[in-house]
């Protein structure tokens, strides 16, 4: 079978996008999915992404990650998700479609930035060196320093793979205050490798650091990952409390194919 898909990209954080309001696409065929995330021997992403229909929004968003199973919430694959349904002229400028993790508006500023409401955050756990909370995916988040030459990789895997985390797996976060901006770098579960960006992630920083009072602005935080820059906003209501969280940035259209299939 001839399967087109679209490859998109959000900070660098990149999927394979395919319109499945058909439904034709073999949903459960996980080395399949895991084969076309494949850097050498597919197409290369982060993860796959299906648009279907849904009869009270504006479409439904299926997400799976690299390893081909289906995941939790992916913000910047939201956002990926909004531009690729404008490019098929689904909606205009404004959407509300529905994830995993429950109904998301979105918005379209110009062709390529997008800003995507996340759900509420109102649990955030409080260690001695880090905090866990969850943004629509599961995130442990770490203060380090010297971010840049930072070992991600390994320092992420011990703790995804630690005894907490080990059956459920945990996005880990490391994040850094460099002048007026949050570098943040992730190790990602499904992905199990450090991802340029990580859209729940970002958010999951910015949140850490508006509670810490590291953040300069009240209500929102630029944020640095090694695929760009991205903006969150946010109203905080008691100490733990975060609601109208946004998450906003860039999400581009890199190619269009085809690849042939064995379902």
């Given at each position: 079978m001839q399967l087109t898909f679209y490859k998109y990209q959000g900070t660098g954080n990149d999927f394979v996008l395919v319109d499945n309001r058909t439904e034709f696409f073999p949903k459960n065929n996980t080395k399949l999915i895991e084969q076309l995330c494949d850097r050498r021997f597919g197409i290369g992403a982060d993860g796959l992404i299906l648009l279907e229909n849904h009869s009270e929004y504006d479409f439904k968003m299926v997400y799976y990650n690299s390893d081909g199973n289906l995941s939790s919430m992916c913000g910047n694959g939201g956002r990926c998700i909004v531009a690729f349904a404008k490019h098929l002229n689904l909606i205009n400028q404004k959407c509300t479609f529905l994830a995993v993790d429950g109904p998301h508006d979105a918005t379209l500023e110009n062709d390529n930035v997008v800003a995507l409401k996340m759900n509420d955050v109102k649990n955030i756990e409080v260690g001695a060196d880090f905090y866990f909370l969850n943004t629509g995916s599961p995130h442990y988040v770490k203060f380090v320093e010297g971010i840049e030459n930072y070992d991600v990789f390994n320092n992420g895997k011990i703790i995804r793979n630690?005894?907490?985390?080990?059956?459920?797996?945990?996005?880990?976060?490391?994040?850094?205050?460099l002048d007026n901006e949050l570098f943040v770098r992730t190790y990602e579960r499904g992905v199990e490798n450090e991802t340029y960006s990580c859209g729940t992630g970002v958010t999951a920083a910015a949140i850490i650091a508006a509670l810490t009072g590291v953040s300069n602005t009240k209500n929102n935080c630029l944020i640095k990952t090694l695929g760009g820059n991205l903006e969150v906003t946010?109203?905080?209501?008691?100490?733990?409390?975060?609601?109208?969280?946004?998450?906003?940035?860039?999400?581009?259209?890199?190619?269009?194919?085809?690849?042939?299939?064995?379902?």
């Open positions: 630690s005894d907490r985390f080990i059956e459920e797996g945990t996005n880990v976060n490391f994040i850094e205050k946010f109203d905080k209501v008691l100490e733990q409390n975060f609601y109208n969280i946004w998450l906003k940035g860039p999400a581009n259209l890199v190619f269009k194919g085809t690849i042939t299939i064995n379902e």
